[in-house]
Every structure is written in structure tokens, then in C-alpha cells.
């Protein structure tokens, strides 16, 4: 098992390396110079042919790319010039308030969606499964940034039950209650979508596996129907759903960027969407390529899950 | 393709979203003719105007503007946008995928890698970085969404075109000196267009809502104009005091998505193989029992006996009848054999008894099967299931497949007869190492911790004899458990089979298509011909004088050790399609012996001796047979 996990980590490698490879080529296609960008239009050319060599940017592209690289290595993402602030600091302290949120409608999503299609396709046909199906269905087609604000509008406004936005209160402490109610709205309205296509990808899967053979042995053996449903069937259709929880978490980690702007949560999303608009490109570059790393090694811990779940896949 | 129209449009919510979508897409096109106030036209002074008052027909936004003339603007930018970045994601994507697919080799695999890593991002850095590179703007928000999708056609294109770059016509297509782009263009591009469509009717709705996502954050159509994405963007400041202004574009994005997708499930139904043939649909616990005529009432002292027993599958508007009338009984210690060739309805018949035939498709239509004088059709699943596994239990052919892939054999054991007993797991475990020793495993106490795919195929087999056993039933179907098998293994498990039925009174059905078998086990035998029992008796008289020309013809297949030069008579033609039976005789049109009389009318089973019946009326004499 070790040694599957140590494969597995070193495989990453070549993946880490062409996601910071295509990261820097997308930042470098920037028109202009950075330099002017950041000294602003009335700044010298002295200044700017300055700023650019104090930037390393009059260096030839692949020797900018290995410097970036090496810098990165060492934990220097370089410094954000409109919040005047390290990086990896900023891209740290955000992205601890986007796990959790993105966290908490992960498991939301995987437990729901995962019931919902296992209930879905053992009814197949009947009231439930055409219920659930329907649900599916606007939970996919509806922006989440809309379920964000109809939720803010009915629940929080009219309703009153819980705050407006914000992880924290302003005034107050900030305790565990006061994070799950400021939670509450956004990772639901998080996990709607994903909470779809979840449920339909799990029931396809359920309906591939109820057709098989050992389904009919378990039935012959007298197995109650309960227990082919949950033990034989969703164990042997879990081999396929892992893998759709484990794609499904890079867009449960896409939607945060739109929850977070909707209820004004102070995750990486926000970051970069605000780090956009200001034309902040080290900390977009530093945000991506963290995130993206950090994809990547969850990804692992999926596949290392599946490896625990099939005796089939040898380690 | 007609075809293909008549199955979208029998979808009534495929054809609910076509309408939807028309309807949107036909106003959208139509609104700059229709009399709406211009979309940009600012007027503070009629700032968030409700819905329905002073004349305009959705109300005002924050800065006075018509919020129905924004609303088709918007919709008909969101649209273009959408299906633009579709097209340019498919196009391109595609493109891609078959030249990775078609050459192969090093080129494949450099083109997958990089696909791979784009797919390793969560899609939304990689739109975000490819905005903040370009700058905000509804043209840019468009390129980073079709970049995101590209790889995900790519993958899909290409896994379809390496399955075309190696079919036959595609070789015959270079043999004849065609060069590669028109091969690609010709033979290989036809085949994967329909997949292209497939995808690309899944993932519009899907590109529609990420566009306006991008534009809902601000980076994608920047002021004066607006998508459906903007507005939702710009209303939000206003969300609380003016919710009309957020609820009127978001609720335009979910329609176009809901019908877009509804529109695209309707198309993928309609272009999947699968679906048509019912493939995809859940077998339900029982069989489903729909009896017309009368019951037949329990008759004689059979353990089981299965009475004028008709099992049908009715796919879409055909019925096929795989059991048409079939009679069988077993007393205890006993063991009847049914031989046939694919496709006689022997499985079936076996399947019907314990209501596992899947369904839909399958249904019984008529008969009853008793045990120990109780009717198991149409009771209830209970009943049936208290029974399955634990007083008639199954052995299946080809144990890798019907053994659960990722429980070890020791839990699938357990579970056998945890589902009928109250047992404690470490007893269950004793009396599973005990039964695996009873079935001759060596090894018994470490084999029974190790999964089904370690074993080999005889093992396997081994494992499913001793899980029917586990229970110790009264009665064993056995559905062909030794087809897969060599034949030293198959004599093994035959002794096995033989010696168990001796000392524990056991009822044996055992399905097959080998005489072998049937000789060395069998006390009597059933020969089954599409779905009826054609000729039955003790396994003596069948095998020594053969009534039916059809019992007679298949053993003629067989070939015997030291009967020198006999020619082997293999059947001509094929069983017919039991959806469509000929009156009379099923076997008529491969008969030598045949006449009109075969076809006229319908042919009961008539006894010739005390323990022979046959389906024929001109039945193999057996003077004759001896005579030769």
C-alpha cells in the first residue's frame, strides 16, 4: 500500500510541472509590460526598464520560467502589489476559508448525490426516481450564483434565519455556531449542482451494476432486497462513482469562486477574481498554481481510496 | 435519421425542451423587430420600475433601462456566446481527439499528456488565468471557455476514433492508396460526428451557465452591454431591495439551460444503442408474473414440479416467448437433466422457479411452479426470498462473473447464510471453511480470506457449489456449472455433485447442453427445443432410443471414442426466432423426416412408453435405431 501511495505521488510530479508550465505560459501571453502596469502609465522609462530588470522580466522566457520555478520551490510566490503582502501568505489564509466552505459542500454533495441516485435507480420508474430525477435536473441548469442570491433573498433577508454573508460576525465571537450559521447558505448553495450531477452519474452507474450477474447470485442466495441495493450494489458501483466524486471536487472547488463572491466569503475565489480586476498577476499565478497543487494531491488521496475499495487494483 | 426524429420526439420532455428552446431562440432573433424600448436607454427618473406597471412589461433596472429589452439582448448574446464557444470547443477538441486516435504512436501520446494536464485543473483557474492573461471581455470569457472544454472533447473523440482507426474499412480505405486527411475525412469523421453531437448536446447548457458565470463576476461582458450573466451581475448590488431585477435574467438562464438540457438528454436517449434494447433498465426483485388463463393446481408428490410454466420478454412491441409450456418435476435424490442447444429456453425455465428471470424484460405469463404444493409464481417476495438460497439454491455458470467481484469468499459464504440463520460470523466462518473442505479446496482456511479474480476458474466454480450448499437445500439448480470448465475439473465437480445428491437426498436440476453429462449424472433427462420440452424421459431409454429427430440429430453431434469413420451430422439451419414460432412442430424446417402434418397444428407430448413422452408424430422408430 506504501509503495502504491509513494507511485502515486511520484506520478504527480510530471503533472505539477505542466500545470506550472502551462500556468507561466498563460501569464506570459499577457499583452504589455507588467512593469508599466505596475508603475501605472505616467512612469518613467528609466523606471520601468528598472522595475523590469529588478523583476528578472528582461530575462529569455525559459530562464524566467526555471527562476519562478526554484523561487516557487522555496516557498517564494513573490510579493502581491495591491495588497502589498506575500503571496503564499495571502494564498494560505485564503484558501482556509475556501476548504472549508468547498470542504463542507464536498461531503454534502457526495453523501447526497450519492443517496439520491442510489434511491433513484432502485426505484427506476417510480414516483421517487422520477422526483429525484426532475430535482436533478434544475439543480443542474440553475447558475449557482442565483441559487446563492435566492437563498440570501428567502433566508436570510425575509426569513431571517441566517446572516446575510461573511464567515464571521462582525461584532461577536467567533465561535463554531457562529460559523456554521454563516456557513450554512453558501455551502448549500454550493452543493446544489454537484449534488446533481452526482446523483445522476451514481444512478447510471447503479443501473449498470444492478444488471450483472452476481446481483442475480445475491438475489438467488436470498439476500434481502435492502442488502443488494446498499451491500452488493453500491459497493461494486462505488468502483465508478469514486472517480465522478473525485472530478466532481474541482468543480465543487470552481463553484466556490461564485459563492464566494455572491455571500462575500473571504476564500481564494474572491482572491483571484478581485487579483483579476486589479491586474495582481503574481498573486493570480501563485492563487492557480496552489489550488491546482493542491487538486492534484487530493486527487491522489481518491485514487488511493479506490485502490482501498478494489483488492482488484494491484498496489 | 428518421429514425432517429421519431425516437426524440416520442421524449415528451426531449420535445418539451425543443419547444422551449424554439420559443426562446425564435424571440430572441425576433425581438429587435418587436416594439421593446431600447435595451441601453438609461432613464433615472424611472429607476426599478416593477414588473407589469406604467406600461413596460418586466420593469426597469437600477439605471431606468427596459429590463424586456435588456432580457433578449442578453438572451440573444448568451446564446451566441454559448453555441459559439460549443462549436469552437467541439471543432477544435475534436480535431484533436482524431488526430491523437487515428495516428497513434508518440503522437497520442504527447497530445493525451497535455490533455490530461489541462484536465488536472479544476476549470475555473484555468478560465480565470486565461481571462487575467487576455482582460476582461465577453470575446476572452468565450476563448477561456471553449479552452476549458477542449480537452474533455478531445478525450471522448479520441477513445472513439482508436476503435475506428482499426476497423476493416479504414485498413481497406489505405490499402486503396487514399491519403490519411481523407481518410480522416471520409471514412473516419462520418462515424464520430454523431458522438461529436452527443457530447456537444450535454455540455451547451453547460458552457451557457459558465459564460454568464465569467460575466456574472465581471470578466466576461463589460458595460453598456450585457449577457443574461451581466444583469444577474449588476442586480445583485440591488438583490434586497429590488429582487425583481436579480429573479428576471436568473430565472431566463434556467429556462434555457433546463430546456437546452432537457433537449440534450433527448438526443443522447435517442443515439444510444443501450437504451433501445431496454439494456439499462433495473431488474426488480421478482420476475413480474402476469397470468392470463387458469392456475394449474398442485398435483403429485414432486418436490418441485413445475406445471405448464410460460415465460415471455416483451421488448418494445415484440414478444418473445422463451418458455412456452414447459413441464418438469424432481423428488428428492433425484436428478433430471435439460439439454439444449442457446437459446431453447433451458436457463429460463430454471430461472422462472425462483422468479429471478430479470425484468423487465421478462414476465411469466402463464403456468405455476410448486414446491412441496405451495405456488412459488406470483408469491410473495418474502416468501420467494426465504426460500432462494436457503431451500432451492442456484449454481451459475461462470463463477467470475457471478461471484461479487469485491467481497472475499469467506464474506460471500457468511452472507449465504447469515441471510437465513441467526449465526454468529465466527460460527458462520467454521461452517464456511467446512464447506469449502466439503468441495475439496485445499487450503481452505486461507482461501476463504482471499477475493474471487485469486482463484481459478474451477475454484471459483467450487465456491459456488459450496454456497449453494450452504444452507443445505433442499433442491440445487445447476445452470450449466461446468460449461467454462476442463473437462478432469468437470468430472470432479460431476463425483462431487453426484456423491452430495446421494448422501444428503438432494433434488438436482442441471441444465446443459453435453450428453456426457447428462449419462454420467442424470436419472432423467428433458430435451428442450424453443422454449418446449420436445422429448422426456428416463435417461436410459432417451439416450439409448432417441424419439425426436431433433434429440436424435443432437446426439449424432457428438463424437464418440473408437467409433471410427461415423461422419459428424451437424444440424443444419439455426433454432428459430421465438418471437416468431411456425404452427406445429418448432423443429419442422430442420427435419429430414418432415410432412405437412409437422406444421398444420399444434403437437402434444404423447407417451410412447411408461417412461418416454415425445413431441412428434413421426417419432424416431426404435427398431430402426437398433437395427442400424
Known sequence: ?315 | MMGFILLLARNRLALGGLIVMSLVVGLALLSPLLPLADPDVTDTANRFKLPFSDGTLLGTDHLGRDLAGRLMSGTRLSLAVGFAAAIAAATIGSAIGIVAGFYGGRTDNIIMRGVDMLMAFPYILLALAIVAALGPGLLNALIAVAAVNIPFFARNIRGITVGIAHKEFVDAARLSGMTNTRIILSEVLPNVVPVIVIAMSTTVGWMILETAGLSFLGLGSQPPQADLGSMLGEARSALITNPHTSLVPGAMILIIVMAINLLGDGVRDALDPRLKSGALSRPMPTTMVNRAGPIPPASDDALLAVRDLQTQFHIRDRIYKAVDGVDLQVRPGECLGIIGESGSGKSVTALSIMGLVASPPGVITGGAVHYKGQDLIGAPYETLRKLRGDRVAYIFQDPLATLHPLYTVGDQLIEAMQAHHRVSKSDARTKAIELLKSVRIPNAEIRIDIYPHEMSGGMRQRVGIAMALANDPEVIIADEPTTALDVTVQAQILSLLDELRRDRGLAIIFITHDFGVVAQLCDRVAVMYAGRIVEEGSTEAILNAPAHPYTARLMDCVPELGQGQRKLAAIPGLPPMVDDLPTGCAFADRCDRSSAACRASDISLKKITSHHRVRCILPVPFLQEVAQ
Not at chain 1, 131 to 158: C, D, E, H, K, Q
Not at chain 1, 239 to 255: K, M, R, T, Y
Not at chain 1, 274 to 283: E, F, M, S
Request: charged share 15%; aromatic share 10%.
Open chain 1, 1 to 315: 500500500m506504501t509503495g502504491y501511495i509513494l507511485k502515486r505521488i511520484v506520478s504527480a510530479i510530471p503533472v505539477l510541472l505542466g500545470i506550472s508550465i502551462i500556468v507561466f505560459l498563460i501569464m506570459a501571453m499577457i499583452p504589455g509590460d507588467p512593469a508599466t502596469a505596475i508603475l501605472g502609465s505616467y512612469a518613467t522609462p528609466e523606471n520601468v526598464a528598472k522595475l523590469n530588470s529588478d523583476l528578472g522580466l528582461d530575462k529569455p522566457l525559459v530562464q524566467r520560467y526555471f527562476i519562478w520555478l526554484g523561487n516557487m520551490l522555496q516557498g517564494d510566490f513573490g510579493r502581491s502589489f495591491s495588497l502589498n503582502r506575500e503571496v503564499l501568505e495571502e494564498v494560505q489564509d485564503r484558501f482556509g476559508a475556501t476548504l472549508v466552505l468547498a470542504g463542507t459542500a464536498f461531503v454534502l454533495c457526495s453523501l447526497l448525490g450519492v443517496a439520491a441516485g442510489v434511491v433513484s435507480a432502485s426505484r427506476q420508474y417510480g414516483l421517487a426516481d422520477k422526483l429525484i430525477t426532475f430535482v436533478v435536473l434544475l439543480g443542474i441548469s440553475i447558475p449557482s450564483f442565483f441559487i446563492g442570491m435566492m437563498m440570501i433573498l428567502i433566508f436570510a433577508v425575509n426569513l431571517r434565519w441566517f446572516p446575510v454573508s461573511g464567515m464571521w460576525p462582525i461584532y461577536g465571537a467567533r465561535d463554531f455556531s457562529a460559523l456554521i450559521s454563516h456557513l450554512t447558505l453558501p455551502a448549500l448553495a454550493l452543493t446544489v449542482v454537484a449534488t446533481g450531477v452526482i446523483a445522476r452519474l451514481s444512478r447510471s452507474a447503479m443501473l449498470e451494476v444492478l444488471r450483472q450477474d452476481f446481483i442475480r447470485t445475491a438475489r438467488a442466495k436470498g439476500v434481502s432486497e435492502h442488502g443488494v441495493i446498499w451491500r452488493h450494489a453500491l459497493r461494486a458501483a462505488m468502483v465508478s462513482i469514486i472517480p465522478i466524486l473525485g472530478i466532481q471536487a474541482g468543480f465543487v472547488l470552481s463553484g466556490a469562486v461564485y459563492i464566494e463572491i455572491v455571500f462575500q466569503w473571504p476564500g481564494i475565489g474572491r482572491m483571484l477574481v478581485d487579483a483579476i480586476l486589479k491586474r495582481d498577476i503574481l498573486l493570480v499565478q501563485g492563487g492557480v498554481v496552489f489550488v491546482a497543487a493542491c487538486y492534484v494531491l487530493f486527487n491522489i488521496a481518491v485514487d488511493v481510496a479506490q485502490s482501498l475499495l478494489d483488492p482488484r487494483i494491484k498496489a
